[in-house]
């Protein structure tokens, strides 16, 4: 039986997360992953990066079309040989980085194979046995099945095959689920060339965004030629066809070459045989794991996806931070909490949020003020079309009004995600909301909104009195 330090299941973002901070610190670390060509997890080959690259061009072909009025024509679809290609070229270069060679040329030790637990204190994969001193599961999670009458029948994708399998171009998708996903991978295909469709059982699509932000999505995809069916479901499939249901009881039948199905996702537990490694799950197939990160095992740790709370990949790098702080210094253990989340739904425009919601902040009884800000005024949007933007901030509901600080904000917008970035910082930070607005912005950068939101804060606070000791004092001393 082979000994270690520290032992990790899954090469995705927790898990090479987790193996570098154990290497630097000089432990002796074990990796192990199933699949040698998936080192970097979901975000890498079936999720940030594809996507990411897929969005790129999508937006390149968009912008092309957007320019006939200026009299300059383009048409087409995209060549989805070609758009592969170029998705595959950018992973390979990334993932160069991180695979099992160049983490072993690091002196972490890497083992490809299943894993599963022989005990509580042991692993096997293969032949070999390994045990130390604790296990972290970084096993990662795969898309939910969606269980339609006929699916057999069509073309049926999800973003683990899509980046593969999709070489030629559907005239008609019908994406199954109104999320990031969904929303991101049907715009991008829509401006390549399809026609795309869809269907969302909520009442709206990005159902953790404030509602006013999904409707503002809803109309630019309105305005793109993409259809929304909400408060619906797929009822049945056939090889050229989709059939709608509304929760009205009407129905529809639409066109359709093929389906994303993009409904959420569940944990991998796979064939890790936990029962015999005492890791218990939840009724819904969860890994049973505290605020620490700990499982039902005091010495496995769950991290990343597979805990079954937010998966992002950014997500797992929080997790992997609090993991190691508590590790190493376990008093005054810190428990894990989504106060410091933050997401980007890189659709056009983006959809940024950070913080706590609305919702959960009124869940958790936390004072706060919420500043509207509309992009309708703002002259980068009126130069660049996009003043149907909009930007929420939620600051404390209590204390002087220019020493509060930020508590979580929204925006959706072109480039949304690099403009709150500021905000974020400044709400990590613990800057008062009246430093954002002493700053001098170059004009006219897109996040001098976050400044023109913070002023509408500020000057919302001058009361009557204020304005008139104000002009008082302006005749006194001038």
């Known amino acids: 039986m082979k000994k270690y330090d520290v032992i990790i299941i899954g090469a995705g973002s927790a898990g090479l997360g987790n193996s570098g901070v154990a290497n630097m610190l000089g432990l002796n670390t074990l990796l192990i992953e199933k699949n040698e060509h998936h080192f970097g997890g979901d975000c890498t080959n079936f999720g940030c990066v ?29 060549d989805m040989k070609k758009v592969l290609e170029y998705i595959h070229e950018k992973q390979k270069i990334i993932r160069d980085t991180e695979d099992a060679p160049a983490l072993r040329s690091h002196g972490i030790d890497v083992v490809i194979g ?54 030629e171009l559907p005239d008609h998708l019908v994406v199954i689920g109104g999320g990031a996903i969904g929303c991101e991978l049907g715009q991008s295909l829509s401006r390549l060339g399809s026609k795309v469709t869809i269907v969302n059982r909520g009442s709206r699509i990005l159902k953790k965004e404030p509602e006013s932000v ?44 093929a389906i994303l199905v993009a409904i959420g996702r569940v944990v991998n ?23 620490y990160f700990r499982t039902t095992n005091p ?66 009884k936390i004072s706060y003020y919420r500043q509207d800000q509309t992009l309708e005024h703002d002259d980068r949007a009126i130069i660049q079309e996009y003043t149907y933007g909009q930007q929420k901030l939620w600051i404390e509901g209590r204390g002087r009004l220019s020493k509060r600080k930020i508590l979580s904000g929204s925006l959706i917008a072109p480039n949304a995600g690099e403009i709150v970035q500021e905000l974020e910082l400044a709400k990590f930070a613990g800057v008062p909301i009246s430093k954002v607005n002493d700053r001098v912005y170059p004009y006219p950068v897109q996040s001098r909104i976050n400044q023109k939101t913070t002023r509408g804060i500020l000057h919302a606070a001058f009361t009557d009195f204020q304005k008139r000791m104000g002009r008082i004092a302006f005749r006194l001393f001038n």
């Open 50 to 78: 594809p996507s990411k690259a897929l969005i790129h061009i999508a937006n390149q072909f968009h912008a092309a079309k957007s320019i006939s009025r200026f009299g300059v024509s383009c048409s087409g679809k995209a």
């Open 299 to 364: 010495k496995v740790y769950v991290i990343g996806d597979a805990a079954g709370t937010y998966m992002f990949s950014h997500g797992a790098e929080k997790m992997v931070r609090m993991l190691w702080r508590n590790l190493l210094i376990p008093f005054f253990k810190k428990k894990d909490h989504q106060k410091d989340l933050s997401w980007v739904t890189f659709t056009e425009p983006q959809v940024a949020h950070f913080g706590l919601t609305e919702e959960q902040m009124n869940d958790q």
């Open 114 to 167: 299943e894993a599963k637990f022989k005990d509580k204190n042991t692993l096997q994969v293969g032949e070999e046995l390994y045990t130390a001193k604790i296990i972290l599961l970084c096993t990662g999670s795969k898309p939910r099945e969606a269980k339609i009458p006929g699916i057999e029948t069509t073309t049926v994708y999800t973003n683990e095959n899509i980046f593969f399998d999709c070489t």
């Open 269 to 291: 537990t796979g064939t890790l045989n936990l029962e015999a490694g005492g890791v218990e799950l939840t009724k819904r197939g969860k890994i049973k794991n505290d605020a």
């Open 214 to 257: 999904s409707r503002i999505l809803e109309g630019v995809f309105e305005d793109e030629g993409i259809t929304v069916l909400n408060n619906s479901e797929v009822k049945n499939l056939t090889a050229t066809t989709a059939l709608i249901e509304n929760k009205d009881g009407t129905k529809q039948e639409i066109s359709c070459d």
